[in-house]
């Protein structure tokens, strides 16, 4: 879990055949072998072997160097904020949405200073254009567009899986934010949940984030778009901005190295639900953002 987040795999943190003893550090070890699945190397030997096959050399370890210092803000930035989100539960949601939304703001700054992943958006003028909340249908490449997403449409909620609630200091943030925290084992149940609380949210006035592809997809591929995004838009008749992003290409799926370079965010013409069925309204929405993808390239 917590390696899809930090884009880690468990070997590269040095915490299986470690000798771990921390009860949370353990937690995560756990989480990380259950889902690798013996993908990656077992233990520390076994990564040295590996590692000795592909030597590093020039900017390829400054890469490595870079990554390593972001981790460590990373991490530690999660921790503190983490435990002070404790302490924010009976402030308004707003309150505690600008608190996280400041965490994600220094990841996303932390990533452009430290590891030359800066961004550009365009569309600005669709994202005015919207006087009401609305439904956010984005392209999911990395955990960039997660954290960069939640400052950009605040204020918003957003759906993930629920097992990222559980995660030490991590998860406890994420509670703050009041997501909409899915069961992804009960597909009926999940489409349910998005349904229900994502009306809710929307008569509360936030903003619903979601990525109708359901996981991150490596840069240049495409994944099978869900409609529970668009069931959430014409039930509540709220319109629909579609994103672009390229963000895999700095930050790859799986990898814990990230590479210098321009992550494009386009935001999309609201796309109204009126008179359309849900399978329209995704098909529309892929197809524009499939389409705009087609023109992004690696910069």
């Known amino acids: 879990m917590l390696a899809e987040i930090f884009g880690m795999t468990p070997a590269r943190t040095g915490l299986i055949g470690c000798g771990v003893r921390s009860p949370v550090l353990r ?50 930035s999660t921790v503190i904020y983490g435990c002070l989100s404790i302490f924010i ?19 996303v700054y932390a990533a452009r200073i ?27 490449q990395s955990a960039w567009e997660t954290l960069f997403l939640q400052r950009l449409f605040f204020p918003a909620a957003t759906v993930l899986k629920q097992e990222l609630l ?40 936030y903003n619903v984030i979601l990525f109708p592809e359901g996981t991150r997809i490596p840069a240049g591929q495409k994944g099978k778009y869900a409609r ?7 039930d509540a008749g709220v319109n629909i901005l579609p994103i672009a992003v390229n963000s895999g290409y700095c930050w790859p799926v799986g990898s814990f190295v990230k590479h210098a370079g321009v992550v494009d965010v386009v935001i999309g013409p609201p796309i109204a639900p009126q008179n359309k069925t ?13 389409s705009t993808m087609s023109t992004l390239t690696r910069d």
């Open 278 to 290: 849900s399978k329209e309204l995704i098909g529309q929405v892929e197809q524009w953002i499939e």
């Open 166 to 205: 559980s995660i030490p200091f991590f998860g406890w943030g994420l509670r703050a934010l009041q997501p909409i925290a899915i069961d992804r084992s009960n597909p009926k149940m999940a489409l349910k949940q998005v349904k229900t609380q994502g009306q809710d949210r929307i008569q509360r006035g």
């Open 228 to 234: 529970s995004g668009a069931d959430i838009a014409k």
């Open 89 to 107: 539960f009976l402030l308004p949601f707003r309150y505690r949405h600008r608190f996280i939304a400041s965490w994600t703001g220094i990841i």
């Open 27 to 76: 937690h995560l070890t756990r989480a990380w072998q259950r889902q690798t699945q013996g993908v990656y190397p077992k233990n520390f030997r076994e990564l040295r072997a590996r590692v000795a096959q592909t030597p590093l050399r020039g900017h390829q370890n400054l890469a490595y160097l870079r990554s390593t210092v972001f981790f460590v803000i990373y991490f530690c």
């Open 114 to 140: 430290i590891c030359g992943v800066r961004y550009r958006v365009s569309g600005l003028e669709n994202l005015k254009l919207a006087e009401q909340p609305v439904v956010v249908l984005s392209k999911h």
